[in-house]
């Protein structure tokens, strides 16, 4: 047998499966990093990976990923980790990691460093602008080809939201989900009252 007759033997068998003998699906989640430059991100990722190395300077987009299996003889799940270095800089890479492909298992990790009090909010606002303003051109065009996906992930957005808060009509839910975290804690911690 060829690999090509292989391949296609392959494929055959898969679909003739039953029910009962499908194979587990393999569950994927892509995360994207953004933040201030030397915030903590890629330190982060690695404690993620339980990887015991030492962080290097992201220079541009960079790309990992990690796999583990729920149980014994099952497939491996897979998390794609992406960071964006060089803070608000490069934001237009974004572009890259956040596709209509997988946009229904993206989210998005801003990391804040609060030793830098000062470019906190700059940050923040830029690169959630830029983000937001992306992921809503993916919506809209995946919108014309498949209304029911860009419906579902809208409504997994307002969902998490609590229906009878006083502002909640007023709310305009990040599109994706989004986590923030502020790194540096026992830096600004530091710093004099008046500072913090």
Partial sequence: DTLW???????????????????EEVWE???????????????????????????????????????????HNTPKDVAHFWELGGGTSLVELIRIPITSHNIRSFSVVLVLDLSKPNELWTTMESLLQ??????????????????????????RMWNHL????????????????????GSKYDIFHEFDSEMR
């Fill in 5 to 23: 007759d292989l391949a296609i033997a392959e494929v055959e068998k898969r679909e003739n499966l039953d029910d009962d003998d499908k194979p």
């Fill in 29 to 71: 989640k892509s995360v994207l990093f953004l933040g201030n430059k030397s915030g903590g991100k890629t330190t982060i990722i690695l404690r993620c990976l339980e990887r015991e190395e030492s962080p290097k300077p992201t220079l541009t987009l960079e790309y990992t990923f990690g796999r583990r299996a729920r149980r």
């Fill in 130 to 155: 830029v983000t937001r303003s992306h992921v809503n051109k993916i919506l809209t065009k995946l919108e014309k080809t498949n209304s029911e996906v860009t419906a579902e992930i809208k409504q």
């Fill in 162 to 181: 609590q229906r009878d808060h006083p502002d909640y009509a007023l709310v305009d839910p990040f599109p994706i989900p989004l986590v923030i975290i």
